[in-house]
């Protein structure tokens, strides 16, 4: 039998955008130990609109990495757009986080969001691009991938 591709991309989405499948994201180490290790999907919520949207080969490990400002664009994009102006403002980079005071900023602002986290076996990729394209979260800044 073969599955229609929009169909699986629907129900993906539909996922993503159902409430239960959602949790508070959290800082501590602790957080994310029920995360499987298995590859996916995940996006991140400020209230109910999807802000950014990743994928990775491994769940968990991207979760403990999005704490730390050199291991994700998301906390570097956050800091860039919603800190700039701040006294202090130093750009971060994947070798180099921001000042200490603009990194408590980022903390206290990522404490407030929600994060789906779909695991999916293969297909990944097209997911992310399909979900990317759809909601065009304000923090993604990947543009969209050719095909070679």
Same mark, same amino acid.
């Given at each position: ?6 169909? %699986? ?19 501590? +180490? ?20 999807? %802000? ?9 490990? $991207? ?5 730390? +400002?050199?291991?994700?664009?998301? $906390?570097?994009? %956050?800091?860039? $757009?919603? /800190? ?17 005071? %603009? ?18 076996? /293969?297909? $990944? ?13 304000? /923090?993604?800044?990947? +543009? ?5």
């Amino acid at each position: 039998m073969i599955m229609d591709i929009n169909k %699986i991309l629907q129900e993906y989405d539909q996922r993503f955008l159902d409430k239960k499948n959602r949790e508070m994201f959290q800082l501590n +180490t602790q957080w994310n130990k029920g995360v499987s290790s298995q590859s996916g999907v995940y996006a991140f919520f400020d209230k109910d609109k999807i %802000i950014y949207i990743g994928e990775t080969g491994s769940l968990k490990g $991207r979760m403990s990495d999005v704490r730390r +400002t050199v291991n994700h664009t998301l $906390r570097r994009t %956050i800091g860039n $757009r919603l /800190f700039l102006n701040i006294k202090g403002f130093n750009k971060a980079t994947s070798k180099n986080k921001f000042p200490e005071h %603009i990194e408590i900023l980022i903390n206290e602002y990522m404490e407030k969001l929600h994060v789906a986290i779909i695991p999916i076996p /293969f297909g $990944r990729a097209e997911i992310e691009e399909y979900l990317i394209e759809k909601y065009n979260p304000a /923090f993604n800044t990947k +543009t969209k991938r050719k095909s070679v």
